[in-house]
């Protein structure tokens, strides 16, 4: 059983993915307003628990001169359930098919594509310079089970997806969640696998000989990342559900996270609390207070915080109360 896709009347191209990521201007609020945001959210089950994360346990950390700050960082700082990073995902796969298909086509063509494509499709994942099991790939091979309905046998390890686009032309889905920095994914598009019949491979080399369309289709992705990719990566198809642009870093001096009246005094307001939670300076590498690769974000998902997501939300050392708890 294949993913269903609904087709726009106009042309033929994935609902979801005409969706513009919008411009969020940002207006002045009160904490009262924000803190009972955050209760709504919890009720209609949006965010979790509070043991999972706590906003008012959050703003404790920050003086009564700060506050209007961490205030309106909480207002900005965007969560991903379960079910809306599930109907990312498939908004992700669905946009696979302004591919496949031809417009000009019939409804019926289309479908019949479609079907076909995804029936010949090998899913795998992305994984660290590392390779770890808690690599956030790993999650969204079963989901490619769970939510997009494929059989067991056609999700399988980047190694194994090596092997078999070499046997059969076959297109290669990678399926991740977020595209930061893109050092994951450029990491398994080049590192060197040893396959069974005993030489040395990497998906660079394989797209190069032509014989398989490759695509990479995370639910979140950053400017920063997609052009690291495109620059480092030739042969990949990068189709993410929703683009951030380099204004959605709370960094950025005209990030769209910060009202009008707090954005000159944004960046100094999060360096001077990461100071004071002890944060370090890794010059954007890990734990740096600005985030990896210094990107400044302001997300989370329900299964992992994204390490450029600013520390000052995960940070629970020095008597720092974190907003959420865990990093991945």
């Known amino acids: 059983m294949v993913a269903h896709v ?41 965010w ?51 591919l496949v298909c031809n417009d000009a086509d019939s409804y019926l063509t289309m479908v019949t594509a479609w079907e076909s494509f995804v029936d010949r499709a090998i899913f795998t994942h992305v994984t660290g310079e590392t390779p770890r099991p808690t690599d956030s790939g790993y999650a969204f091979a079963r989901k490619a089970r769970q939510v997009l309905s494929i059989e067991d046998a056609r999700i399988v390890s980047p190694e194994a997806a090596m092997q078999r686009v070499l046997q059969r032309k076959a297109p290669v889905i990678f399926v991740d969640d977020f595209v930061g920095s893109g050092d994951q994914f450029i990491h398994t598009w080049h590192r060197p696998v040893t396959l069974s019949a005993g030489y040395v491979q990497t998906f660079h080399a394989i797209a190069a000989l032509g014989v398989a369309d490759f695509y990479y289709i995370p639910i979140l992705a950053t400017q920063y990342g997609l052009k690291e990719i495109e620059d480092s990566c030739k042969g990949i198809k990068v189709l993410p559900a929703h683009i951030l642009p380099a204004e959605y870093s709370a960094l950025h001096p005209n990030s769209v996270l910060w009202p009008e009246h707090l954005r000159p005094t944004a960046f100094e307001f999060v360096k001077t609390v990461s100071e004071r939670a002890c944060i370090p300076d890794t010059d954007g590498n890990e734990d740096d207070w600005r985030g990896f690769r210094k990107l400044g974000l302001a997300l989370a998902f329900n299964h992992s915080v994204p390490d450029s997501t600013l520390p000052l939300f995960t940070w629970d050392l020095n008597d720092w109360k974190p907003l959420i708890q865990g990093r991945r």
């Not at 205030?71 to 992700?92: G, I, R, W």
Request: some cysteine; overall charge negative.
């Open 6 to 46: 609904e087709f726009s009347r106009d042309n033929n191209i994935p609902m979801s993915s005409q969706i513009p990521v919008p411009s969020i201007v940002l207006p002045k609020v009160t904490r009262r307003e924000v803190l009972s945001k955050c209760d709504y959210f919890v009720d209609v089950r949006l």
């Open 48 to 98: 979790p628990l509070l043991d999972d994360l706590n906003p008012e346990r959050w703003l404790s950390n920050f003086r009564a001169d700060e506050m209007d700050h961490a205030v309106h960082l909480l207002q900005s700082f965007l969560y991903y359930s379960e079910e809306v990073t599930n109907a990312l995902f498939k908004s992700a796969f669905q946009s696979l098919s302004k």
